[in-house]
């Protein structure tokens, strides 16, 4: 009825029941956010007590299985476990219903396991996450090659080089290269470079070619895994060299051949060599284990039959040699010797060079002959009979004859003769005789002037001691003959006539020239 009244207003003064109530309700709003303050530290207090740890590798190689674990020490059972990958995919659950449990998450390591991972506990209604483990998985390298740059593997010396150690599948890697089978390491590692999978060397040599390979490995907690690369062949090439030329005759019969030799000091084969008459190109030849090649031509004796150079072509080079002229011109004319004396730096005669000059001929075979036997034998150039002298060379084609040891045995007469090497049976064209002599004492030039020059000095010296001698004595002579009273001796040198006194100058002067004639 109170409740009723108050409703409708009429009832001026609440009822006692009512009034109660509202004031409960009042006092329980004044009392909610002190709830709410102790529900807040409840959870603080319980969060803080609730810690969980997440152990693993954080390195793994891909295929095999691994196991993280996850533990919240000193919490009341029961507690829920969950590893977590990337914050949002849930990898695993356990629960320890019992105090102490270390829940347990296998997983087989693929790709796509690579990722960060927590771990997520729940116990008395609280919720907490764990620290992270970033995971990296390795793949171990498989199907290792080596490749070049430049392809195929053949580089000029001078040039830049390249070789990457290629795997199909891997990660992590680090690489160890290998030349001739020894391992490159730091220690001999110039003038190579290592970046990364690649060998780089910037200017190759001939020193370089042979035998390259490489492994690719990574590592996981000291364990390898390895791949190694089948061996690649790298040649290294030399440029070839200005090309040079020379002609040689034989001759068959009453026919003549020309043969033009071309050649390169230096290089890598195959090369193509060309021989060009009058720059028109009559032949060619690709030398594939050597350097030369060789031409036949035809010839007529003193006839020109043009000039002739060489071309040698690789990928990149093309040179050509200097000329010569195709001219066979048949020895004849003078021939002429000359003997030269060497000595040493003491000033002693120690070689004998006699050189040979023929005045026309293209092709001169020289010989020598000493006494007119020849030097050293033609009838037998294979006899193990004692040579005529012992002590000789021949050099520059047979056109100087070397006396190495000069002795008695030297001493003679010498002559050279030459005819056309290509034809046996040639006339021989031949020099005059010159004398060698050798005897036991030699004495040369310097030592010539010094013994005069000694002498004339001991026979001035001997002159003029005996000039001084001879001065000496006049003088002395002279002074016993004056009388000792003046008065008289120039009364008596006083002339009686004029040619007194000219008969005793005349005197006078014949007994000095007397004198000094026997002095002289």
């Known amino acids: 009825m109170c409740n009723t009244l108050a409703s409708l207003g009429k009832l001026k003064k ?45 390195l793994a190689f891909s295929g095999p299985r691994v196991v993280f674990r996850c533990v919240v020490p000193n919490v009341s059972p029961p507690v829920i476990y969950e590893l977590i990958k990337d914050g949002r995919v849930r990898i695993g659950r356990d629960r320890d219903f019992q105090g102490g449990h270390v829940a347990s998450f296998p997983i087989k390591v693929t790709a796509a396991s690579e990722g960060s991972y927590h771990c997520r506990a729940t116990a008395g209604g ?60 730091a220690s001999n590692s110039l003038p190579f470079h290592f970046v990364g999978n690649k060998l780089l060397v910037e200017k190759v040599t001939p020193e370089f070619a042979g035998n390259y390979s490489c492994s690719a490995w990574s590592s996981v907690n000291e364990i390898k895994r390895i791949s190694s690369s089948t061996e690649v062949q790298v040649a290294i090439k030399v440029y070839v060299s200005k090309p040079e030329i020379s002609f040689s005759v034989h001759k068959e019969g009453t026919s003549y051949h020309g043969n033009v030799t071309c050649w ?46 060489c ?19 048949p020895v004849g004319g003078n021939v002429k010797l000359e ?110 002037v010094t013994m005069a020059f000694c002498c004339f000095v001991l026979l001035m010296l001997a002159v003029g001691s005996a000039c001084v001698y001879k001065m000496f004595e006049n003088k002395q002579a002279h002074t016993n003959s004056v ?18 006194v000219a008969d005793t100058t005349a005197t006078d002067c014949d007994v000095q020239n007397q004198i000094t004639e026997v002095t002289v």
């Open 14 to 58: 609440p009822c006692p029941k009512v009034h109660e109530r509202v004031m409960e309700k009042r006092q329980a709003l004044n009392f909610l956010p002190v709830l709410a303050v102790a529900s807040f530290l409840v959870k603080i207090s319980g969060s803080s007590s609730l810690r969980p740890v997440l152990t693993g590798p954080d």
């Open 126 to 185: 609280t919720r907490e996450i764990s620290n992270s483990i970033k995971l990296r998985v390795v793949t171990p390298p498989s199907y290792t090659r080596v490749t070049s740059e430049p392809f195929p593997p053949v580089a000029y010396e001078g040039s830049h080089m390249a070789l990457s150690c290629d795997v199909e599948m891997g990660s992590h890697l680090s690489y160890s290269w290998f030349f001739n089978r020894k391992e490159i390491t």
């Open 264 to 309: 390169s000091t230096r290089g890598s084969p195959p090369v193509n060599f060309y021989l060009l008459l009058d720059g028109k190109e009559v032949g060619s030849d690709t030398a594939a284990q050597t350097l030369a090649a060789w031409f036949l031509v035809v010839v007529v004796p003193e006839l020109d039959m043009g000039e002739a150079r």
């Open 311 to 329: 071309r040698v072509k690789t990928e990149n080079q093309d040179l050509t040699s200097d000329p010569v002229n195709l001219e066979v011109v």
């Open 339 to 448: 003997v030269e004396y060497l000595y040493t730096a003491d000033s002693k005669l120690t070689t004998a060079r006699l050189s040979c000059h023929v005045s026309r001929g293209t092709f001169p075979y020289i010989s020598w002959l000493f006494n007119d036997s020849v030097l050293p034998s033609e009838s037998h150039p294979d006899s193990h009979t004692q040579p005529i002298l012992p002590h000789i060379a021949l050099a520059d084609r047979r056109r100087s004859l070397i006396l190495t040891k000069l002795s008695p045995e030297e001493s003679g007469y010498y002559r050279c003769r030459a005819r056309d090497s290509y034809d046996d049976s040639g006339p021989w064209v031949e020099s005059a005789a010159e004398l060698v002599q050798v005897t036991g004492f030699c004495m040369n030039t310097t030592e010539v």
């Open 483 to 500: 009388p000792a009273n003046s008065e008289a001796l120039q009364s008596e040198l006083t002339p009686q006539s004029g040619g007194n």
